[in-house]
Nanobody, 126 residues
Framework: QVQLVESGGGLVQPGGSLRLSCVVS????????IGWFRQAPGQEREAVSCIRRADGSTYYADAVKGRFTISRDTPKNTVYLQMNSLRPEDTAVYYC???????????????????WGQGTQVTVSS
């Protein structure tokens, strides 16, 4: 079993930056993918950015390409999401998830089979 704890959310003005952190503990060999998802009120949870453990390959949703960067610090079992040029539409609860692949060859973890953190609120507003 893997446990995940997110931090780093908050209120930021449009154009600002935040860095989210996800600390992974427990049976940390039990996942091959880790990713950031977000869910805004009334909307479905969507994948934002993911990283594959074996080779470090990454995925970014079109809406965040060029603005968000996922990275990892393996000795610290921590994954980061650097978010720049934030927009009001980035407002959501951001979740970290770790697990097996969602689709064969894919980069993001399975939503059904992954362990999830509790989420951290990101609000972009002036």
């Amino acid at each position: 079993q893997v446990q995940l704890v997110e931090s780093g959310g908050g209120l930021v003005q449009p154009g600002g930056s935040l860095r989210l952190s996800c600390v992974v503990s427990g049976f940390t060999l039990d996942y091959s993918r880790i990713g950031w998802f977000r869910q805004a009120p009334g909307q479905e949870r969507e994948a934002v950015s993911c990283i594959r453990r074996a080779d470090g390959s990454t995925y970014y949703a079109d809406a965040v390409k060029g603005r968000f960067t996922i990275s990892r610090d393996t000795p610290k079992n921590t994954v980061y999401l650097q978010m720049n040029s934030l927009r009001p539409e980035d407002t959501a609860v951001y979740y970290c998830a770790a697990g097996p692949y969602g689709v064969p060859g894919g980069t993001c973890p399975s939503r059904l089979k992954s362990s999830w953190g509790q989420g951290t609120q990101v609000t972009v507003s002036s």
